[in-house]
């Protein structure tokens, strides 16, 4: 992102040969302080401080004291970005790419935002500030000079780039790059795609990309993601789970995730157990259809979020 001018996050790293001006640079920043393990840390090796002595204490016990390991022999000081977030999802074949849509998910386990990260607990297809202004930003700032980057450095990329943005007042940052597709939000951006999706696939594999054209339907999609009791910590399995297929929405697919046939019976099998995705017209429309069609599911301990797009709405609402 630095070689091509692609924008993120103000950040350095810091080890022990140079702990002193990991804590001069902190004084830089603006709290919250962004503190990241620079190795694999099983996903925990993120800190949030508001406080600088804290941060400053923190990153004293991540490199002295080993806090997180190994992953933490080097951090990740990095700036807080102050926005709303979004994913965009694009394809490449290495020479041209197309984007397929945008989402913002949501991965904490209550609603409001409340109680530790988990895989996601829903997500919404396309996010209504990602309009044409927006997205030719996210296409000329970072699409373009990470695509081309990439193939400048003679490693081009083929297959599907998932970009986490911030925005910041209308402008895109780069929180991070996946190099897949990402869940809860595929359930919600390929129902979405007019296009035969075998087809893209299939174009992208022979390297043909700028012979199709990606088109998206208007509807928006809304995805319900239903978790065991107790996940994203310890859950139990082999709840049986009960439908009325009557009563499920036309316009609900039912993926499932976590499940598995128990002699006969389907059976939660996991932490995340099926995403419920709808389209209509709107936010208000596509999450009233999810939300009736978790009501024709049932298992014991059965969570998920009740609140499911309501941020995008009120947003929607305030813009107009």
């Not at 099983?42 to 390991?69: C, H, P, T, Y």
């Not at 396309?126 to 309009?131: L, S």
């Not at 997205?135 to 193939?151: A, C, D, H, S, Y």
């Not at 499940?259 to 429309?285: H, K, Q």
Request: proline share 5%.
């Amino acid at each position: 992102m630095l070689r091509h001018g692609i924008p993120t996050a103000a950040y350095q790293s810091f080890g022990k040969d140079n702990l002193s001006e990991g804590r001069a640079f902190l004084h830089t920043l603006r709290p919250p302080y962004v503190l990241k393990a620079d190795g694999l840390a099983a996903g925990k090796g993120v800190l949030i401080l508001d406080n600088l002595n804290e941060a400053s204490e923190a990153l004293d016990e991540m490199i002295l004291s080993g806090r997180f390991g190994a992953a933490g022999e080097r951090v990740v000081i990095e700036e807080f970005l102050h926005g709303i977030e979004i994913s965009v999802f694009a394809i490449s074949d290495g020479n041209n790419w197309q984007v397929l849509g945008s989402a913002k998910d949501y991965k904490r386990i209550g609603d409001g935002d409340t109680g530790p990260n988990t895989g996601g607990m829903g997500a919404v297809s396309p996010v209504p500030f990602a309009n044409d202004a927006f997205m030719q930003k996210v296409n000329e700032r970072i699409l373009e000079p990470t695509f081309r980057g990439l193939q400048q450095e003679g490693t081009p990329f083929t297959g599907f780039l998932f970009v986490g943005l911030m925005n910041c007042g209308g402008d895109p940052y780069v929180i991070e790059y996946n190099v897949r597709m990402g869940d809860p939000e595929t359930e919600v951006v390929i129902p979405r795609l007019a296009n035969d999706f075998g087809e893209i696939l299939q174009m992208m594999q022979a390297g043909k990309m700028e012979e199709i054209q990606i088109r998206s339907r208007p509807e928006t999609a809304v995805g319900v993601v239903l978790v065991s009791g107790g996940y994203p910590g310890d859950y139990p399995k082999g709840k049986t789970i009960q439908s009325q297929p009557a009563a499920m929405p036309a316009e609900t697919i039912c993926y499932h995730a976590g499940t598995s046939d128990i002699n006969g019976i389907l059976s939660t099998a996991g932490g995340r157990v099926m995403v419920l995705s709808s389209l209509a017209s709107g936010i208000e429309a596509a999450a009233a259809l999810s939300y009736k069609a978790v009501d024709a599911i049932r298992f014991e301990g059965m969570n998920y979020r009740s609140d499911i797009g309501k941020d995008l709405i009120a947003l929607s609402n305030l813009s107009e």
